[in-house]
């Protein structure tokens, strides 16, 4: 049997400050070091300072992922040396005095399956190293430690996986609820990060570092099950290693680093007290966190009857639940969540164009009215759509202006449909013996008005005038 365990790196990015100074946690602005201070870039003297909202929002995280959370939490020096840690130590957590990280033992459902959560701990983010060149080559390498000292949070998992497609989905789900919790962007470059443990029945563990995204991520766990597979079958003994993924060749290769003989030397860090978080803070918290994304998904489907599929799209994104819970009434809920999971996704598809958008809640809720009201049809509201998005403009200035409105002045449609009349003798003597085929006409003056004719309106004035 495979079995596959990931160990996740999130960025708490929604927070201002780095985890121990306040220096900003968003270091993607800034000029390669600037955005640094003489306790991230560890000055000999300097102390760190631990970011409450940091503690908050990782506790917060454990509570979602249905944690136990102990009564105090403390902190570790991990040492090392390395360039991209300034410290030579990074500060972490570890449970060897009982369990003292933010939370362990939790579960996250992917489907029907349970995968079990081992701990959640938070720690800091060492800085990064820039290579000049390709890896064979590399000349020069810059160091930046912009993000050295980010908070981060990491989400242990048992080896509870068996395929690569479980390890996505509980990467989709798992980047949902966060972003739904409010503490991090996962779509942010670097703000999600994940090594995965591989191995297969009568292997040994290969462990593979590293991989910046999801799609890599699964295409390198698949790689490394086809590897161990064809190792095995020709009775070449898996060794226990550290892997990389290698982008370019789409293949996972033996790092031979001697990563993993080294002792870290843990210990307590002195300079940070244990913290305490009382039942009273936990409870706060709780109800500081935002409606869960399933509970979202129950509400959508019992409260407005919105279809199960489309209610699981809508509260799965952050983005476009936050547009529905400001756009809609209890009268516009559908129509809204039909526009945003059949018109609007396709537009804002990416990071980029979702930030560049000018919709505003307002515009849909514009847009739904208008269209159960009969001022614009379904056709032409998808066009309007386009342009605000695009403009930001209001939805009666785009359609005065591309000529959007259904016609629903009675004299213009009349003379529409006579016109039809004369041009399908045929089809209007079947409509006096069988007034179902009367959609055949409806669907001829729609056709001459590219849709913009008022449905009602049309059928009514066809059955007076036949
Ligand atoms: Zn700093």
Not at 297 to 317: C, F, H, M, N, W
Not at 407 to 419: D, M, R, Y
Request: proline letters at 5%.
């Amino acid at each position: 049997m495979t079995k596959i365990g990931l160990e996740i790196h999130c960025q708490l990015t929604k927070l201002e400050s780095k985890l121990f100074c306040p220096c900003k946690a968003n270091y993607r602005e800034f000029e390669p070091n600037t955005n640094i201070c003489p306790i991230c870039i560890g000055l000999p003297g300097s102390l760190p300072r631990l970011n409450q909202k940091a503690v908050e929002k990782a506790t917060m995280i454990a509570m979602a992922l249905n944690c136990n959370t102990p009564e105090k939490i403390a902190f570790f020096r991990k040492n090392y040396f390395y360039p991209d840690l300034p410290k030579n130590f990074q500060i972490t957590q570890l449970n060897v005095y009982g369990d003292t990280s933010v939370g362990g033992a939790g579960t996250l459902m992917v489907g029907e399956k349970k995968i079990r959560i081992t701990r959640i701990q938070l720690e800091e983010d060492p800085g990064r190293l820039i290579y000049e060149g390709s890896s064979e080559k590399n000349l020069v390498t810059l160091v930046d430690y912009n993000r050295a000292g980010t908070p981060l949070v990491e989400i242990v998992t048992e080896p509870d996986f068996e395929n690569p497609k479980e390890v996505r989905e509980f990467l989709n789900i798992l980047s949902d609820l966060l972003e739904n919790l409010g503490v991090s962007d996962p779509s942010l470059e670097g703000a999600m990060r994940a090594d995965a443990n591989v191995s297969i029945e009568g292997g040994n563990k290969v462990e593979i570092k590293n991989i910046g995204s999801f799609h890599d991520l699964e295409k390198a766990v698949h790689f490394e099950i086809t590897r161990q597979h064809s190792l095995h079958s020709r009775d070449i003994p898996i060794i226990q290693e550290t892997r990389h993924w290698d982008d370019k060749r789409k293949i996972t290769v033996s790092s031979r680093s001697k990563e993993e003989d080294l002792d870290y030397r843990y210990f307590l860090e002195g300079d940070i007290p244990w913290i305490k978080i009382s039942e009273q803070i936990k409870e706060k918290l709780k109800t500081e966190m935002p409606e869960s994304i399933s509970s979202k998904k129950q509400r959508y489907i019992t409260k407005y009857g919105i279809p199960t599929q489309v209610a699981e799209v809508l509260s799965s994104d952050k983005f476009y639940s936050d547009l529905f819970e400001n756009a809609h009434t209890k009268e516009n809920a559908k129509e809204i969540a039909n526009i945003i999971t059949t018109d609007l996704m396709g537009l804002v598809d990416t990071r980029e164009k979702r930030n560049d958008s000018k919709l505003k809640p307002s515009h849909l809720k514009e847009i739904a009215d208008s269209i159960q009201s009969g001022k614009i049809a379904r056709n032409s509201a998808k066009n309007a759509l386009y342009e605000i998005v695009k403009t930001g403009n209001n939805l009666s200035d785009i359609i005065s202006k591309l000529d959007l409105g259904n016609i629903s002045n009675e004299s213009e449609l009349s003379k529409i449909i006579e016109l039809i009349i004369s041009e399908e003798p045929q089809a209007v003597e079947q409509a006096k013996s069988n007034p179902q085929t009367i959609n055949y006409l409806v669907g001829k003056v729609m056709q001459k008005t590219k849709g913009k004719a008022d449905p009602k309106m049309t059928l009514d004035l066809l059955k007076k005038k036949i």
